[in-house]
């Protein structure tokens, strides 16, 4: 729908789209809500049905001994930055390039290509985990940061292929005839121009993959042993044997998703038109 | 020597043909509009000028030299874009000075060249901006000076002021003329603005579904076009074609029409028997005291004149009169003209029947 139908509309078409939108916003809110309130509440205050959530329920020490006391915890952050940074700048490296051939280059099948490689998002990711085990096994890479990062980086490379290369189909091919006519080859044409006119699309595209490898927990499972653990890998582990520690855990989750929501924060603005720009076109 | 010459060029997409043996001549220092409506194929012979498009069939030679194969920088060409196409992320100074740093001139020379293009389009103190926070004049104008700093052989323009409101594109109009005149660049245009086309152009090549339908100077392509497509498309108020038949009664030829019968020249081209298409341009039909019967159906003052609408016993006719002519709807006046001024066509392939046939889709080379 049109922002003008939407302004031309009567009171019943306002009010119901802000009502689906409020039960989105909730629907998406709460779990973090959720989250928030379960890192400063005692582990007693949340097993008892219906939760209790008097004064005397709250507390820091969930917190303070996250913080404080697990190293682990940190160690898991330093691998989740190292595995997600390395990702998604070979993400980049490879799919701003990828993407602008597929979008510029008139190669032949460039439309059946770009389906293709969007096609690989369509096997679920169990139904690699066995051979990707055998055969990362079989080379003695298991526990490796660079292999977490290859792995996620066939996750991404796509998904970030897909946003780049809606963003280049719409820039308006004259600047590149300009270009052209300006004496710029295809590269020179890709760094000089393309590339800084395209910030909003590849920081929405960086933020997709790092978030993307940050929150990862399935491979990172199978594929890490000690040394290269990831923070969902660490905060899986407060769930104990026999009981687990709600807030703790939760303290922790909220510590590492915080990092993340800074980035959005930051770039909220290039996420937004990135998004906006690369979707818009297929 | 033609600087550029396209034989029998042809474009097309697939089984689509835009353009269809294209045979033009521009001469050194030239300057050639091609016009026509939105997908005539001018923007397209344009972009294979440049080396945008690569040429389907045919042939084009710069200065003498097949350069189909060339790369647009091996071209020596400079195109101004309709949307400016300027790099939005460059101030005014680096969009046209990057055309040097891509031809590895030095920093201090660009630095100097781009002062002075600036100075010349009065954008000097516009260089530390970005493209978007300039107004559509000056973005144009950035894009001129983009193509005049590197001194290129040829300059092309692709609608170049069709997004300015009116009355900037009328002065970039005769900024363009007048940079023209100074740097003596070979240049081709393409619009779809006759007015504009008349204006600014040494010679037009007007342009009809891919082909070229008629090459000349503003003046012959304004009083002797070559067919009825020429005749309507350029002039405004448009003139209205009507249709009739030649007839010959002792030894003067006449062409009938609705009701009436009206003498041809002497030097027509035609037989009688023919069916034929004739206008008058709308400033060659004047108040006549001994003239045709008119009934007007619109009074149209533009300020220099009044396009007055008229009925007459042969059709409907414009007529431009001077100032401003008090006249009434459904009011009868008489109306004459020339006849050494109808412009005559043959009804059924279009072509000029008037008295000064012109070579239709024939160049003329030299000068």
């Known amino acids: 729908m049109s922002y003008e139908r939407y302004r031309s509309g009567g009171l019943g078409l306002k009010t119901g789209i802000a009502l689906a939108l409020g039960v989105f916003a909730v629907w998406s809110l709460a779990p973090i809500v959720w989250m928030v309130m379960t890192s400063f509440m005692r582990q007693r205050a949340l097993i008892v049905r219906p939760p209790d959530f008097s004064p005397a329920s709250f507390t820091l020490a969930n917190v303070t001994k996250i913080i404080g006391e697990s190293d682990m915890l940190w160690q898991g952050i330093l691998n989740s930055a190292a595995v997600a940074l390395l990702s998604t700048a070979i993400a980049l490296a490879l799919g701003a390039p990828a993407a602008y051939a597929l979008a510029r280059l008139r190669l032949p099948k460039a439309g059946a290509i770009s389906f293709l490689i969007l096609a690989t998002q369509m096997l679920p ?47 308006p091919d004259s600047i590149e005839k300009a270009a052209a006519v300006d004496g710029a080859g295809v590269v020179q044409t890709f760094v000089h121009i393309i590339l800084p006119i395209s910030r909003p699309p590849l920081a929405a595209a960086a933020i997709f993959a790092f978030v993307e490898a940050w929150n990862e927990f399935f491979f990172a499972l199978i594929l890490t042993r000690r040394s290269v653990q990831t923070v969902p890998l660490v905060i899986s582990q407060f769930q104990g044997q026999y009981q687990t520690a709600f807030g703790q855990m939760m303290a922790a989750a909220l510590i590492s998703v915080l990092p993340v929501i800074l980035l959005a924060i930051v770039f909220r603005n290039h996420i937004i038109r990135g998004f906006a720009d690369g979707m818009s076109k297929g | 020597m033609p600087q550029i010459e396209l034989r029998n060029v042809g474009k097309s ?47 084009l030679l710069l200065d003498g030299v097949r350069a189909n194969h060339l790369a647009p920088t091996e071209r020596d060409v400079a195109m101004v874009f309709q949307n400016y196409a300027l790099y939005p992320h460059m101030t005014v100074a680096r969009n046209i000075g990057f055309t040097l740093k891509m031809r590895g001139v030095s920093r201090d020379e660009i630095t100097r060249r781009v002062t002075e293009v600036a100075q010349s389009l009065e954008l000097g103190h516009l260089l530390d901006r970005l ?56 240049s081709v245009f393409v619009t779809h603005d006759q007015e504009e086309a008349l204006s600014i152009s040494d010679r037009i090549a007007v342009m009809r579904g891919g082909v070229i339908e008629q090459v000349g100077t503003p003046e012959e392509i304004y009083l002797h076009p070559a067919t009825s497509y020429v005749a309507g498309f350029i002039g405004n108020p448009q003139i209205t074609l009507l249709s009739g038949r030649v007839q010959a009664s002792s030894g ?65 006719m414009v007529a431009s009169l001077p100032r401003f002519a008090r006249l009434n709807h459904g009011e009868t006046i008489t109306l004459g003209f020339e006849p050494a001024h109808m412009l005559l066509f043959d009804a059924t392939t279009g072509r000029s029947v008037g008295r000064r046939p012109i070579p239709v889709r024939k160049e003329r080379t030299g000068s």
């Open chain 1, 125 to 171: 990711g169990i139904a690699v985990a066995i051979p990707l085990f055998l055969i990362i096994s079989r080379i003695g890479m298991i526990d490796h940061i660079v292999t977490l990062a290859l792995v996620y980086l066939t996750f991404n490379l796509p998904i970030v292929i897909w946003i780049l290369r809606g963003f280049f189909l719409s820039i």
């Open chain 2, 131 to 186: 493209p978007s926070q300039l107004s559509g004049g000056q973005q144009q104008r950035v894009a001129i000076g983009r193509a005049i700093v590197r001194r290129p052989k040829i300059f092309l323009f692709d609608e170049p002021f069709s997004n300015l409101d009116a009355t900037l594109r009328v002065r970039m109009r005769a900024e363009v003329k007048d940079l023209h005149r100074r740097l003596g660049v070979t």
């Open chain 2, 13 to 59: 997409f697939g089984t689509f043909i835009v353009c269809h043996d294209i045979n033009l001549v521009i001469r050194e220092g030239e300057f050639l509009t091609l016009l026509g409506t939105s997908g005539c194929g001018k923007t397209t012979t344009l972009n294979m000028l440049a080396g945008l498009e690569e040429i389907s069939s045919g042939d």
């Open chain 2, 252 to 316: 003067q030829l006449s062409v009938v029409s609705g009701a009436a019968e009206l003498p041809l020249p002497p030097d027509a081209d035609v037989t009688p028997g023919q069916a034929i298409e004739f206008a008058v341009r709308p400033e060659q039909v004047q108040p006549d005291p001994k003239g045709h019967p008119a009934t007007v159906t619109s009074v149209q003052p533009v300020g220099a004149a009044t396009h007055v609408g008229v009925m007459t016993a042969f059709g409907p």
